[in-house]
């Protein structure tokens, strides 16, 4: 297959690999979409997502994850982010490892959340060998929700969120986290 050098993994219609500078605006363009922004606090500048792709490429390069980028692979087009990423906001939880998802709204239920997220698991338990997967959303956010309990999440409680605490809409957050390994796969 020829997709094999440019994605470290590929589930059945993605292609999970680390960012490129090519990949900045196309991700502006999702970030600045506000139906994908819906749940979090505001819009990104391009200097943030610039600043953000930056983040993950360094943390990809430190620790072998991230947000991963996403192709889709039929068309070979970007199409956002499914992936793990160290969290180290103040919280009972943290440090952790957050699994996370952002993709473009013309893109939105298909599955292809689902079908990353559980692609990223997988290879965050089997071959990162990593124990535990954390997954917050705002409460409101129940599209988020559904996705984690499709990949086998288990909710553990709902907190207020240290880094949305002026923002009343979205403060209130659930924590998901895996279980235990020989239960999800």
Known sequence: ??????YLFTSERLGFR????????????INSDEKVMEFFPGIPT???TTEFIGRMK?????????YFAVDKLETNEFIGFIGLCEQTYEAEFTPCIDIGWRITSSEWN??????GAKKCLQYALNEL?????YSVTPKINTKSERIMVKIGLE??????????????????CVLYKTETQAELF
Request: a negative charge; hydrophobic letters at 25%.
């Open 155 to 172: 909710k553990q409680y709902e907190f207020e969120h240290p880094l949305l605490t002026n923002n009343e809409r979205l403060r209130t």
């Open 58 to 66: 360094k943390q990809f390069d430190d620790k072998g994850f991230c």
């Open 129 to 133: 060998k990593l124990e535990n997967i």
């Open 18 to 29: 680390n960012w490129e500078l090519a990949d900045i605006d196309k991700m502006h363009e």
């Open 110 to 115: 298909k599955g292809f959340a689902t079908e």
């Open 46 to 48: 391009k200097e943030q």
């Open 1 to 6: 297959m020829e997709h094999d050098k440019k």
